[in-house]
């Protein structure tokens, strides 16, 4: 006598649904499953459902709620299932409302960027501002001298560049700065420039009679 073959997984719920007077929609609604992953279930639609341990979580809550081996439904499952088995590689979805492990490093980037910021804030009008001078010589405009020659002096941000008719002019740590300067019989026309980085651009100009 020839020996039945084992049932597959829908026959088994077949059964058991005759016998709970049970269908996929009432087992949905007593197991809280997601009624498609029942249908993929009962279909045979294996590719459809989420990882082992999941599917195996599904399986044992629907054999408490049928009254049947929650280890027999797993063991058909595995049988039939060629696509998603237990194993070591098996990974769990992720859980959109779990919390996630805080990445430190971003943390610390971000605490970077906020000192960064407030510090260029603070520091905005010593690289944005509009830089400043103050002329000690010739301390007017229009001044007349009878030398050939002034000594021109003054003090700007040691953090800013100065140029005198177009020549760059070096300050001491403090922002002082003297230079000689010739000149011609009559009027003669003296530019300071002063540029500040990232800043805007001062000019300054002061004319000076030179009469022998």
Do not use: C
Not at 60 to 74: K, N, P, R
Not at 110 to 131: Q, V
């Amino acid at each position: 006598m020839k020996e039945d073959s084992p049932k597959n997984l829908k026959e088994i719920l077949n059964e058991a649904f005759s016998l709970r007077n049970v269908n996929l929609e009432k087992l949905a609604h007593l197991t809280n499953i997601p009624p498609h992953y029942l249908v993929a279930l009962y279909e045979g639609n294996f590719s459809r459902l989420p990882a082992a341990p999941y599917v195996r979580g599904y399986l044992m809550e629907i054999a408490g709620v049928l009254s049947i081996d929650g280890q027999l439904l797993w063991q058909v499952y595995k049988n039939e299932n060629t696509i998603k088995i237990s194993g070591p590689q098996d990974i769990l979805p992720s859980n959109r409302f779990a919390i996630r492990p805080f990445n430190k490093k971003w943390l610390v980037i971000g605490i970077i960027l906020f000192l960064a910021i407030m510090y260029f804030i603070w520091r905005a009008n010593e690289f944005l501002g509009i830089p400043q001078i103050e002329i000690a010589v010739p301390s007017i405009n229009n001044a007349v001298v009878n030398t050939s020659s002034v000594k021109l002096s003054g003090k700007i941000s040691p953090r800013d560049k100065l140029s005198i008719n177009s020549q760059e002019i070096f300050t001491d740590s403090n922002g002082y700065f003297e230079q000689e300067f010739s000149l011609q019989p009559g009027l003669n026309t003296v530019e300071f420039k002063i540029k500040r980085f990232l800043g805007k651009e001062t000019k300054v100009v002061r004319q000076i009679i030179y009469q022998p």
